[in-house]
């Protein structure tokens, strides 16, 4: 219809161009006049709208017919397309979903094969293991009992994922009598239930009686193999039953012992003995599921030319435990088909993560057989051998379901062709309409064309008009290309090839000289001493610290950090990147440093202790020619060489506490660059260590208005908070002590949230009548011979919660730091008796406690404190039991005292109170003068009952009310609390020492030593040596 329609459409036009043209003619025909010229022209014009309607018509027909061919194509080429893009899809839904299931079929097989090799394998060696353990015990068979057989069965079945595990000795009918005696001497691991149901003699079932009960029988088919040790126990009593007379059972026995291996038994279903399990009697479904038994033969010995069968592991297997989980959860619709050369075929469908056992018999839908994925199930290393002795191979075929099917089968093709058709549909609409347009529009043209053409005949002649309207000859192209002009690349390449060779040379080393370098070594001072009296993580809690702050500044600087070697931070700048301001960079970066290690080090003295504030950095600067690279080998790493590096450690060697020491060579560097004023010459030469005398300088660049931000980030954020670094060493050392009890007075509290006080003491009211009947005494008189420690809580320290993540609210913790700050305050100026001094003897306190082992830190290979008697009694017992009994043993060893937070607790409270008021003037002086304090106090003991009762005193204000109550919940704690404090505190050692030595010794039986005053020299050399004999 379109085509008539356009085909109208054009006819019009053209009558319209012919009327045009007529009345064209008359008017000129009339306007002309009579005479032969315009005759002539009228004729001509006739004659050029003629040719005109010819040139017209025939361009009209073949443009016509040249339509219709092009549509035709079109519709033929959008059938095509869409036939195919359907098939093509349908295609691609089917290969998805074939290679999905060969995919999940691969999946199955292999994972079914390894546990068909799972179980042969541990089966067969399940019973070798029983074989040579009764050889071990000198057991003779058939009266062996394994001692770990519920360990070792449980292992089994969960390496092979079995319901059950039986060992069945071959019992001859001479030995029945024995048996019947050993078995009533060893069933002792049935568990009395079982024990007192189970039969003493061997027994199986005979054919049921008339009213239809079970007939149990004694004997049975000899030799007996009566069940005995089994896994888990049974859930009802089958031990004596003779297997004998299972007539599966009797089958795969007797070709177990032929094969000299495990054998498998038919598929079983309800009458097998799987239903002794719980795990199947707790599932209806369970027991209705196919079943089956791999038995393996036991032997008197290993050796396999003389070796006789004396027994039977019976292992109880569930089929569909081998084929669960094997598919994903959204995967549906496998079907599994296994059969055996007995006859027998099951079949299951695997949902998921399920197998549903669909019956027996090959039950897949039969349209999908060309699907088919077989395997075998092997559970013989020889199959030949086993299917002549009339074994049961296995089979397993695997086959898709429409469900599977459905999941890949969509109707996207069929939407994806009708949205290509739709595309065709559209470009032909799209092409009709534009060839329409097309036909208008060059209608129009050709009769434009047709008046110009009429115009030029009516004004020029035909030849002058043809050559008008010629067209220009087309120009030949010109192709002149320009001759190729080579750079350098190709040299660049040559080279560049050259030079990879030359890269790949293996023994060529990484290394350059860099001839302008600043070198900065700077070794922390002090170290040494302080390290020696801390723990290893306070060590490297340090150096983390202002080795970290140091490369935040390095980058920033950007100078280049070399290495650490122990506590000393090298860096170098000029490298590698070279620059001409090194030496000023790196004066900049160790005057950043200075100021680093000044501010770090007091804002660490309140969590690493007294003295941490004092420590500071020697800085040696030294400028020159370098040689940097990496030395390759074993932790490879770069390096600096040469003369320069040399120099600079004498430098800094030969400087001072918290000056930058430079050398001339620096120094003149440091002028050039307009930093003269920086320097100050020292006033004498140094003697330098294979240098001879060196003249140097002091660096001292005092543009410091306050600390520098050396442990800020890039984005200028403090990485130490908002905290202020106070100068004041006593409020450092008052924030270290707050820190110390902190972590105690959390763990006491972990500790008492789960063990009950009343549960831990012996004897609580004798101590409760005890103490109040020396209330108003001196501390002297509360001192006892003995005192009693807790008992060992094996659980305690498994349960209770992470003393890190305990809250001891904020009432607390400022109460503590009020007391430790006016404890602080009652401790006098003198030179020794000091709070400095107590902090001293907290930290060694603390350090001492922190090296007794620990009950879970104990091994047998560590120690002989459990004797081969008690490790041989506890073999048959479990890890956890064994750790308890280590841990209990090092507990009576120890005395508690490092596992019992509180007697902790008080150690290190008795370091920081003993020496409270302490005048300076020693006990014998006291007396002598007869001071009120010698009579009060009945001349002992003067300065240390003082200092007791004082800071007990304190204690007990009512403003430390929440502190007391975290320290001591209940009465009893109290009482042991100050118990442990009298007892530690009070005893008087010359020099001023104090020692918790007499203590520990005579309460403690000598287990360790510890020494108050560790800053004292003389008291150092001593205390380690008691120590680590008190350790061995």
């Known amino acids: 219809m379109n085509s008539d329609g356009r085909e109208s459409e054009s006819i019009a036009s053209e009558e319209d161009f012919?009327?045009?043209?007529?009345?064209?003619?008359?008017?000129?025909?009339?306007?002309?006049?009579?005479g032969s010229?315009?005759?002539?022209?009228?004729?001509?014009?006739?004659?050029?709208?003629?040719?005109?309607?010819?040139?017209?018509?025939?361009?009209?027909?073949?443009?016509?017919?040249?339509?219709?061919?092009?549509?035709?194509?079109?519709?033929?080429?959008?059938?095509?397309?869409?036939?195919?893009?359907?098939?093509?899809?349908a295609n691609e839904e089917d290969s998805d979903f074939e290679n999905s299931f060969d995919l999940y079929a691969s999946t199955i097989i292999e994972s079914s094969q390894f546990s068909a090799s799972a179980i042969r394998g541990n089966c067969n060696d399940f019973a070798a293991y029983v074989t040579s353990t009764a050889l071990l015990m000198g057991a003779e068979w058939p009266f062996v009992t394994l001692a770990d057989f519920e360990i070792r069965a449980s292992n089994l079945r969960q390496q092979t994922n079995a319901i059950g595990v039986i060992i069945a000795p071959t019992v001859e009918e001479t030995q029945s009598k024995e048996w019947t005696s050993y078995v009533l001497q060893n069933g002792g691991w049935l568990g009395e239930t079982l024990f007192n149901a189970f039969s003493p003699y061997i027994f199986f079932f005979g054919p049921p009686t008339e009213e239809g009960g079970s007939n149990v029988q004694l004997g049975g088919p000899t030799p007996y193999s009566p069940v005995w040790q089994m896994d888990p126990l049974p859930s009802y009593p089958i031990v004596n039953f003779n297997l004998e007379s299972y007539e599966e059972g009797k089958k795969v026995s007797q070709l177990a012992f032929e094969l000299g291996e495990g054998a498998v038994t038919n598929i079983l279903e309800n009458n097998d003995l799987s239903g002794v399990f719980p795990a199947v009697t707790s599932s209806s479904s369970s027991a209705d599921e196919p079943h089956s038994t791999f038995t393996a033969p036991i032997y008197d010995i290993l050796d396999k030319a003389t070796r006789k069968p004396v027994a039977l592991v019976h292992v109880f297997l569930r089929w569909n435990i081998y084929f669960s989980n094997k598919l994903p959860e959204d995967v549906r619709g496998i079907d599994l088909v296994l059969e055996n050369t007995c006859g027998t075929t099951v079949t299951w469908e695997l949902v998921g993560k399920d197998a549903i056992y669909k019956g027996r018999g090959d039950l897949h839908d039969e349209k999908y057989d060309s699907h088919r994925v077989t395997s075998s199930f092997d559970f013989y290393d020889d199959l030949e051998l086993a299917s002549d002795l009339g074994a049961c191979l296995y089979t397993i075929h695997l086959y898709p379901?429409?469900?599977?099917?459905?999941?890949?089968?969509?109707?996207?093709?069929?939407?994806?062709?009708?949205?290509?058709?739709?595309?065709?549909?559209?470009?032909?609409?799209?092409?009709?309409?534009?060839?329409?347009?097309?036909?208008?529009?060059?209608?129009?043209?050709?009769?434009?064309?047709?008046?110009?053409?009429?115009?030029?005949?009516?004004?020029?002649?035909?030849?002058?008009?043809?050559?008008?309207?010629?067209?220009d000859d087309s120009k030949k192209a010109r192709n002149s290309k320009s001759p190729f002009l080579n750079n350098n690349k190709g040299q660049l390449r040559s080279f560049l090839d050259g030079d990879y060779e030359d890269r790949r040379e293996p023994e060529r080393p990484i290394a350059d000289l860099f001839l302008g370098t600043t070198i900065m070594f700077a070794d922390v001072t002090g170290f040494t001493a302080w390290s020696s009296e801390r723990e290893p993580s306070q060590v490297f809690m340090l150096l983390e610290t202002l080795f970290s702050a140091l490369d935040v500044l390095a980058k920033k600087r950007r100078v280049f950090k070399v290495e650490t070697v122990g506590d000393c931070y090298v860096a170098v700048a000029g490298l590698p990147e070279p620059r001409a301001d090194h030496a000023v960079v790196m004066a900049r970066f160790a005057r950043d440093s200075l100021h680093t290690v000044q501010d770090l080090v007091k804002r660490l003295e309140s969590s690493l202790g007294p003295d941490t504030g004092e420590l500071g950095v020697r800085i040696g600067l030294h400028s020159g020619v370098v040689t940097a690279g990496v030395l390759r080998g074993d932790r490879a790493r770069f390096q600096l060489f040469g003369d320069t590096v040399n120099t600079t450690a004498r430098i800094e060697s030969t400087g001072e506490r918290n000056r930058i020491h430079t050398s001339k060579e620096t120094a003149e560097l440091l002028t050039k660059g307009g930093k003269g004023h920086w320097l100050r010459p020292r006033n004498h030469l140094v003697q330098a260590k294979g240098k001879g005398e060196l003249e140097t300088f002091w660096l001292e660049i005092n543009d410091r208005n306050g600390p520098v931000s050396t442990t800020s980030g890039s984005d200028g954020t403090d990485i130490w908070g908002d905290a202020e670094v106070t100068d004041n060493k006593t409020d450092r050392l008052i924030d270290w002590q707050v820190d110390v009890f902190t972590r105690l007075l959390k763990q006491v509290v972990a500790r008492r949230n789960v063990v009950k006080e009343s549960s831990s003491l012996r004897n609580v009211a004798e101590e409760v009548l005890l103490w109040e009947a020396k209330k108003g005494t001196t501390p002297l008189s509360e001192v006892k011979e003995i005192i009693t420690l807790p008992e060992f809580d094996a659980s305690a320290s498994r349960v209770e919660e992470d003393p890190e993540n305990i809250d001891l609210g904020?009432?607390?913790?400022?109460?503590?730091?009020?007391?430790?700050?006016?404890?602080?305050?009652?401790?006098?100026?003198?030179?020794?008796?000091?709070?400095?001094?107590?902090?001293?003897?907290?930290?060694?306190?603390?350090?001492?406690?922190?090296?007794?082992?620990?009950?879970?830190?104990?091994?047998?290979?560590?120690?002989?404190?459990?004797?081969?008697?008690?490790?041989?009694?506890?073999s048959g017992s479990n890890d956890t039991n064994l750790k308890r009994?280590?841990?209990?043993?090092?507990?009576?060893?120890?005395?508690?005292?490092?596992?019992?937070?509180?007697?902790?607790?008080?150690?290190?409270?008795?370091?920081?109170?003993?020496?409270?008021?302490?005048?300076?003037?020693?006990?014998?002086?006291?007396?002598?003068?007869?001071?009120?304090?010698?009579?009060?106090?009945?001349?002992?003991?003067?300065?240390?009952?003082?200092?007791?009762?004082?800071?007990?005193?304190?204690?007990?204000?009512?403003?430390?009310?929440?502190?007391?109550?975290?320290?001591?919940?209940?009465?009893?704690?109290?009482?042991?609390?100050?118990?442990?404090?009298?007892q530690v505190s009070w005893f008087p050692v010359c020099d001023g020492c104090f020692y918790v030595d007499r203590f520990l010794t005579r309460y403690c039986n000598g287990l360790f030593h510890l020494v108050g005053c560790l800053g004292d020299g003389h008291c150092r050399q001593g205390t380690e040596e008691v120590a680590g004999r008190s350790m061995e």
């Not at 503590?816 to 700050?821: C, D, E, K, V, Y």
């Not at 409270?916 to 003991?941: C, F, R």
């Open 885 to 982: 009994n280590i841990a209990s043993t090092l507990h009576d060893h120890t005395y508690g005292i490092n596992s019992d937070p509180l007697t902790h607790l008080s150690l290190v409270f008795s370091a920081l109170i003993h020496d409270v008021d302490h005048t300076g003037v020693p006990n014998a002086t006291l007396i002598k003068e007869n001071n009120a304090l010698a009579s009060m106090y009945n001349q002992k003991s003067v300065a240390e009952q003082n200092s007791i009762d004082l800071a007990w005193q304190l204690l007990e204000e009512s403003q430390f009310q929440d502190l007391r109550k975290c320290i001591c919940a209940t009465e009893p704690e109290y009482i042991r609390f100050r118990q442990l404090v009298v």
């Open 401 to 471: 379901s429409s469900a599977l099917e459905d999941e890949y089968k969509t109707n996207m093709p069929a939407i994806l062709t009708v949205l290509v058709g739709c595309v065709f549909l559209f470009m032909i609409v799209a092409f009709v309409a534009y060839d329409g347009f097309q036909k208008k529009r060059n209608t129009k043209v050709v009769v434009n064309a047709a008046r110009s053409n009429q115009l030029l005949t009516s004004l020029f002649p035909n030849n002058i008009r043809d050559r008008l309207l010629e067209p």
């Open 810 to 874: 904020d009432d607390v913790m400022q109460q503590l730091r009020s007391f430790i700050s006016t404890l602080a305050l009652m401790y006098r100026k003198n030179g020794f008796h000091n709070f400095e001094h107590a902090c001293h003897v907290t930290m060694s306190v603390t350090k001492l406690l922190s090296r007794i082992v620990m009950p879970s830190d104990l091994n047998y290979a560590e120690g002989s404190s459990v004797s081969s008697a008690e490790r041989q009694s506890d």
């Open 37 to 89: 010229t315009t005759s002539e022209s009228a004729s001509a014009s006739k004659d050029e709208v003629k040719e005109i309607q010819r040139l017209i018509g025939r361009e009209t027909r073949v443009v016509q017919r040249l339509r219709f061919v092009v549509i035709f194509a079109m519709l033929l080429v959008a059938a095509a397309v869409t036939t195919a893009t359907f098939i093509f899809l």
């Open 18 to 34: 012919h009327q045009e043209h007529d009345s064209a003619g008359v008017y000129g025909t009339e306007s002309a006049g009579p």
